[in-house]
């Protein structure tokens, strides 16, 4: 008897299942690195050995990018792995996406200093939007005070690996961390700019560590 989709039924729970891995693309991000996939920028990357598939940014003067060349990423999900450390004003980590040039894009970072904070005005600049150059973090918090930076409530460890997720639409960006079920930021994006380029990012006298890029565009 030939075999066809008309006398076969698929469970359900498989259709939604392969309609929902399609879209969905994992990177490790040292094999990106090591087929010179990856530009950097203001900074000089490695495999970070310690860490299976993990890549570092060194620290340097500044703000630093690792821009991925061949992936394009515009609306939709990232996902990815950061490491950064307990060093007051010294560890700025996160994701550049809608990257147009080396100095022109969007972001979102997180201050892992800040996560054991007791200063209120610490806790309060925990996770950060930024849209370079026009507006930084020290702009919007002068201009529009606690609209683009947040606490989070269940803090992780400033030394130790956290989840990152960051959901991007047309107009919007909502930011989750770890398990917490909640967006510990939503913003609206201050760009209408389009830009497919999607890169690693870090602040001003900065390392950091990365692993488990996940892309589920929409």
């Given at each position: 008897m ?140 002068e ?39 909640e ?36």
């Amino acid at each position: 008897m030939r075999f066809t989709l008309k006398n076969t039924v698929i469970p359900g729970f498989l259709i939604l299942f392969s309609i929902s891995s399609w879209g969905q693309q994992s990177y490790n991000l040292a094999t990106e690195y090591q087929a010179d996939r990856i530009t950097a920028v203001n900074r000089t990357l490695s495999s970070f050995t310690k860490y299976a598939n993990a890549l570092e940014m060194n620290a340097m003067e500044g703000d630093g990018l690792g821009i991925l060349k061949e992936i394009e990423f515009e609306t939709g999900t990232i996902e990815i792995d950061l490491l950064g450390e307990n060093n007051p004003g010294k560890s700025f980590i996160g994701i550049a996406f809608n990257i147009e040039d080396k100095k022109t894009y969007e972001a979102i970072y997180f201050r892992p200093f800040n996560f054991v904070a007791t200063d209120p005005n610490r806790i309060a600049h925990m996770v950060q939007y930024i849209h370079h150059p026009e507006y930084s973090w020290y702009k919007l918090r002068e201009e529009r005070t606690g609209e683009f930076e947040n606490p989070i409530p269940v803090p992780p460890d400033p030394d130790n690996w956290f989840h990152a997720r960051i959901v991007v639409s047309e107009r919007s960006v909502s930011v989750y961390v770890d398990e917490i079920e909640e967006p510990v930021l939503m913003v609206d994006r201050l760009t209408t700019s389009k830009s497919t380029k999607i890169g690693l990012w870090t602040g001003n006298g900065s390392s950091g560590r990365y692993r488990n890029l996940v892309l589920s565009p929409e």
